[in-house]
């Protein structure tokens, strides 16, 4: 799978995420886009958007957009936090669905 990872999300996490492409925000020139924007234009390349924004599922319609949405939820958006998420973000990826956002928590 293609996969984005928001820029809030510490791009470290991205060699975690072994057996898919996975590329960041900022490496995609996105960095300070709003969610809207990000996912229109991720929309069209990835397909998961992979962020630690709690309040993105409630402030967009995602049904609108082409993209999965990952939501991970830790105490905080350092690597040593989300670590732990990983091996469930993995089971996910290969079910998420389009237009949804999926919620992988500890």
């Given at each position: 799978?293609?996969?984005?990872?928001?820029?809030?999300?510490?791009?470290?996490?991205?060699?975690?995420?072994?057996?898919?492409e996975?590329?960041?925000?900022?490496?995609?020139?996105?960095?300070?886009?709003?969610?809207?924007?990000?996912?229109?234009?991720?929309?069209?390349?990835?397909?998961?958007?992979?962020?630690?924004?709690?309040?993105?599922?409630?402030?967009?319609?995602?049904?609108?957009?082409?993209?999965?949405?990952?939501?991970?939820?830790?105490?905080?958006?350092r690597?040593v936090?989300?670590?732990?998420?990983?091996?469930?973000?993995?089971?996910?990826?290969?079910?998420?669905?389009?237009?949804?956002?999926?919620?992988?928590?500890?």
């Amino acid at each position: 799978m293609r996969v984005l990872l928001d820029e809030c999300v510490d791009q470290r996490l991205a060699a975690e995420i072994q057996g898919h492409e996975v590329k960041t925000v900022p490496e995609m020139g996105w960095a300070n886009f709003k969610n809207g924007q990000l996912l229109t234009l991720a929309q069209h390349i990835f397909d998961v958007f992979v962020t630690v924004d709690h309040n993105l599922q409630h402030q967009q319609n995602l049904s609108k957009f082409d993209i999965a949405v990952i939501v991970l939820r830790a105490p905080t958006n350092r690597l040593v936090d989300l670590k732990p998420l990983i091996p469930s973000l993995l089971r996910q990826l290969p079910t998420v669905l389009v237009g949804q956002a999926t919620v992988i928590e500890h």
